[in-house]
């Protein structure tokens, strides 16, 4: 093997590499907990590797699948520079859960900032304890929670369910007096807050620009900002424990609801991963079929972007918003064609599409397109690209440079409205995206400006895509594999082979299992970088369901940028990064 | 105004089962109160009529339709909703200054209902003709933001702080260059009352004011819409910021009286500009036809002064449909550093222009005829025209060459700091 990042790390560190393991072209290396500070400085620093940007960090309870220890740490590594991943499996030798303590290992915080959030959630649902960490505290889950809900021993269900508007429940006969009674509820979080003298608000949980049930504690002098602390978990509904206790073909469904805005991308996510796990050859029209879909959904995104954005940054410039929702209502159009549901598609399946694109499908694109582009996107562009106001709304307003972009973990337009022009549908093109001709938009302003213009030229490079891909689009053919220990057998084989029988019943009943293994896979969401985590014992249950979630992380880039600013910035900050809390909370 | 008073005051004399003699002042005085009755009876009446102009434009502007369920039009919507907030419980928060939180918003209203005293509607209709008529503008104005901030302060609740602080700061700072462009006019007109300045509008005495001081009317204008807290100056109550701003707390009819403050002080100051800028009921045929028919004049009067008045209304809706907001530091800096140095500067070459073509004795002291005096009214405007073209020129000039200092490189500074 010429891996050169393993051969250096096994050059470099001798003790600390336990195994190297190579699967479906992932290459996973295994460390000691000890030395992982050091390594992880290496494999950032290191001229050759530049591991600069961490995607990831998840726990993994491995309680199941007869390994020891029982608690790994993974951490997805990805070198912008070099174009190359690399996976960290860090066994966690500590105590074992019933005896109070918590398995411990070095927070990466110091390395890359990025992973403060992301070992938060590691540490509130698996229960591995980060030392170093600035601030360890439970992200999603109350703060007061018992337990740790993604470890395996966790009890599913079975519990009451107390709702606190009971009143005659004698429980939670304090509450009432208790939410009259007491102070403005920002005590917990505002630990490092000047209460004294500033002006402490709470932008949220019920605020019209946090986009959903997001909460910003603010510090405030004056209308300068201090500091922000965001609060999230408002939305929390555990879809990666539901996802290990689904079949993998059932968690489909679940994909949609978590960034709502893409739920075409975010099955295609999930279906590819699941795809390279199963070497499944997804035919050449469903792949075509699969961007289109997924770039007029990149388009449909941004339209809510833009639309929520200008809203948010005027107030009373709805007219946008208006014209933003008439364009996505004809992309939704499509797809409800395409698949009868609008905004919940579940359309992609492992192996190919669900059912074959309708007759009128491509007329109804072209017909939007003719419509959208250049039209449409140029009136959005003339009502507000060189409007004095909002210039003076975005410019210069949250600004992130590119090194702390990546630091951050700041995937997507977001970075690239930083100046870098990665984009995984160049960099590591999956489903045929390397047959199309496209750019990257970059902007260096770094700033809100600079971010607006990236995605307004990214609509016009999906639609490029879009075009493309019509023209070599062909009616009929195949739309799903046939790899019957995958999809079903069509309706009238079923009634004429005894095979497609059999394969229909195993399917139906007991669903695919894939090979022992574990693959990370990674796709260009319209907000950012999306990753699929799955790890397979061999079962039709994947054994622990991973999800990165661009918006979860982006987020975490809020309080480096509004720090300075003045608090009607906060909300362009927030338009700027195109938050979905759904896929935030997850 | 007159001939109404006297028919009053011949009523009164004969009324039969009356026993005194009325004396001559009580038709005045029912006249008055008639007048009270009006004023504060078209607030709520404006603010119905407004909100449903308002809702169908902005619908019309955002391709929609707007309330078309409720009567023709949709028009009983803001009935409505008038009735709905009306039945509306009336909330106080606990932590609330009680007193000041009920006077908040009447003060809102009342000041702007105030300001109509000195509006002529028609020929002839005019609640009162201060002969201070700009200046007690300004002054009833002012007292708005008082309203604003005690809502602001007493809720207790720290949106409507933060709503407070802003009133303070964008109110009390456009009030300067609204001020001085009223002073410009006053200037010009050689009286602060309306009745005068209208009668200066005449074509004969030079026309409009608008066509005179189109810088004048502009600054006067946004000043006035960051003073009735209307887009793009709307931080107040910024609603995607801090929610609502002051009247966060507010329901029921104390939250309808500060719509009603909004909506009429809305009113006003497009009444104020058509009276000041647009010759006020000016308009062919008024003139002969009062002096014919007194009550026709008038009515045609009303007529034109309400069209104007709905041409500004309207200008004011279409900004709220198509423009961002601001943001504070940008509205104070828009206030502070262009349109203050602009309106004085704008002050002096006006001021220097009259002083040219003003005719002998004017204003009580025995004054010198100006130079170029035999020019008249139309000689006037069109070199008040000239100077304001180069006023604006000069102001555009200046604006370019001078750098904005920018906040840009502050931020990156702390960004760069921090991360």
Known sequence: ?586 | MEPIITWLANLLANVSWWPWPAPPSAAIIIWVVYGLFIAFGIAPLAMIVLTWLERKIIARIQDRIGPNMAGPFGWLQAVADAIKMLTKEDTTPAGADRIPFNLGPGLIAVSAVLVFAVIPLAPGIIGSDLNIGIFYVVAVGSFGVLGTLMAGWSSNNKYALLGAFRAVAQLVSYEIPMAISLITVAVVAGSMSTLTIIHNQAVANGGWYIVAMPITFLVFFLAGMAETNRSPFDLLEADSEIVAGFHVEYSGMKYAMVMIGEYVHMLALAGLSATIFLGGWRGPFVEQLYNAVPILGGLLGLVYFLAKVLLFIFVMMWFRGTLPRFRIDQLLDFGWKFLTPLSLFNLLTSAFVVKLFQPAGTAGVALPAGPLAGFGGLGLTSALLISNLLVAFIASLAVRSLARRSRGNVLKAVAGVEG
């Open chain 1, 1 to 586: 093997m010429t891996n050169i990042t393993t051969e250096k790390l096994k050059t470099r560190f001798p003790d600390a590499v336990l195994g190297v393991e190579s699967f479906k072209g992932e290459t996973t290396v295994t460390l000691k907990a000890d030395s992982l500070l050091e390594t992880a400085r290496f494999l950032r620093d290191d001229p050759d590797l530049q591991y600069n940007l961490l995607l990831d960090v998840y726990g993994m309870d491995r309680h199941r699948l007869g390994l020891s220890p029982r608690f790994a740490a993974q951490y997805e590594l990805f070198s912008i520079p070099k174009n190359r991943r690399i996976r960290l499996n860090v066994p966690i030798a500590g105590p074992q859960a019933g005896n109070g303590a918590l398995p411990k290992i070095d927070s990466v915080t110091g390395v890359w900032p990025t992973a403060n959030w992301l070992e938060r959630e590691t540490y509130d649902l698996m229960g591995i304890e980060f030392a170093g960490h600035p601030w360890l505290h439970r992200i999603m889950m109350p703060r007061n929670w018992v337990g740790h809900p993604l470890r395996k021993d966790y009890p599913l269900g079975g519990e009451p369910v107390n709702f606190s508007f009971d009143k005659d429940n004698p429980r939670f006969a304090h509450l009432g007096k208790q939410i009259m009674a007491g102070p403005s509820f920002h005590s917990e979080l505002a630990e490092e807050m000047d209460e004294e003298g500033h002006l402490i608000i709470n932008m949220g949980p019920q605020h019209p620009a946090t986009h959903g049930v997001l909460r910003l504690a603010v510090e405030l002098d004056g209308e300068r900002v201090v500091k922000i602390q965001p609060e999230l978990g408002y939305l929390h509904s555990g879809f990666e424990k539901i996802g290990e206790n689904r079949r993998y073909e059932q968690f489909i469904p679940y994909c949609d609801r978590l960034d709502y805005l893409a739920p075409m991308s975010n099955n295609l996510g999930y279906v590819m991963t699941v795809e390279r796990l199963l070497d499944v050859d997804v035919p050449q029209q469903a792949q075509y079929a699969r961007i289109l879909l997924v770039e007029l959904q990149r388009i449909a995104s941004h339209l809510v972007w833009l639309g929520t954005h200008a809203m948010d940054v005027s107030g009373t410039i709805h007219a946008l918003l208006m014209y933003a929702f008439n364009w996505r209502e004809k992309i939704l159009d499509i797809f409800e064609m395409v698949c009868g549901a609008r905004m919940t598609t579940s359309y992609f399946c492992v192996g190919g599409l669900r059912w074959p694109l309708p007759g009128a499908f491509q007329d109804a694109v072209r017909h939007f397109l003719t419509g959208f582009y250049p039209d449409g996107i140029n009136e959005f562009e003339g009502m507000i690209t060189n409007n004095p106001i909002w210039k003076s709304r975005l410019q210069e307003v949250g600004y992130l440079s590119a090194e702390q972009a990546i630091a951050l973990g700041v995937t997507g337009p977001m970075l690239r409205g930083s100046g870098l022009a990665f984009d995984l549908r160049k960099a590591q093109p999956y489903s045929g995206y390397d047959r199309f001709d496209f750019d990257v938009p970059t902007s260096d302003r770094g700033d809100s400006y600079g971010r607006y213009l990236v995605r307004m030229e990214e609509m016009r490079q999906s639609v490029r895509i879009v075009e493309q891909v019509l023209n070599k689009l062909k009616p009929g053919g195949p739309h799903k594999t046939s790899d019957r220990k995958v999809v079903l057998p069509p309706r009238e084989e079923i009634s004429t082979s005894m095979e497609a029988l059999i394969h229909h019943f195993k399917l139906v009943t007991e669903g695919f299992k894939p090979p022992k293994g574990q693959v990370y896979g990674l796709i260009e969401n319209p907000k950012g970088i999306l990753g699929f985590g799955v790890v397979s014992d061999g079962s039709a249950v994947p054994h622990r369901l991973r999800m990165r979630w661009p918006s979860f992380v982006n987020l975490q880039a809020t309080d480096t940028m509004a720090r300075g600013g003045l608090l009607s910035d906060i909300v362009t900050i927030i338009g700027s990064i195109d938050i979905v809390l759904g896929e935030v909370d997850r």
